[in-house]
């Protein structure tokens, strides 16, 4: 939390300097997410319920200010947004009835994030790629509702078997990560860019609340990497 504290506080000091440097732009765009889904909490995701690593594919968009600080390298700071729920049943598990015992997992995530990137080329050409990378401070927020079985239960250990209950756990916090990116701008006139970037995130947190460990050293942990592939524009001012 700390490390996630500061890096916002270097965000908005670094483009506080940056502003007196060259021209500014803004980029807004919207694409799809991908998380990697390789951590404790993803894993056992898969083994309780009827649930695969694409069923959190889902939109991400967001906005961008950036600006020139010399010939061919930019400053940008970002805000994006990735949110889904995802309706599923236990794997191993029903009720009585032999129907399925159904339970929604929602996870979102809100990257703050500080770039620099180079582009090769001049402002006066019509087609300008560009590779870059920063650091991302890691908003994210995770959820399960619906029905439940109580494992802990001392019917667990009887004929009548493990309760089945209606709840909601949640975990959330603030990671600290970085990103790379590579893209392609197209201008359409001297002030107007179409874009498409692909970019890979990585960060991961410990969980704690609802989803803290009841054993003394263990961490359960949420990935938060993953790649996105965007599609969006760039006006300059």
Known sequence: MRRATLTLTLLVLTVAAASRAGASGFDARIGGYFPRGDETLFLDDRSLYFVEKSDFYGVYGGAEFNQVLMDNVELGISLDGYGRTVD????????????????????????????????????????????????????????????????????????????????????????????????????????????????????????????????PGLINTIDLSGATVTLGVHVRF
Not at 113 to 125: A, E, N, Q, S, V
Not at 135 to 143: H, P, Q, R, S, T
Not at 148 to 171: Q, R
Request: proline share 5%; aromatic share 14%.
């Open 88 to 215: 599923t049943a236990f794997r191993d598990y029903m009720h009585p009835d032999g129907s399925d015992i159904r339970r929604s997992l929602k996870f979102s995530q809100i990257p703050l994030g500080l770039t620099i990137r180079f582009l090769p080329t001049g402002k006066r050409h019509k087609i300008v790629p560009y590779i870059g990378g920063g650091v991302d401070a890691v908003f994210w927020n995770y959820e399960e509702f619906g029905d439940n079985i109580d494992f802990t239960s001392p019917d667990c250990a009887t004929d009548l078997g493990c309760p089945v209950v209606s709840d909601h756990t949640h975990s959330h916090g603030t990671a600290f990560g970085f990103h790379a990116l590579g893209g392609l701008r197209v201008y359409l006139n001297r002030d107007f860019a179409i874009v498409a970037e692909g970019r890979y995130q990585w960060a991961k947190d410990d969980m704690g609340e609802d989803f803290a460990p009841n054993e």
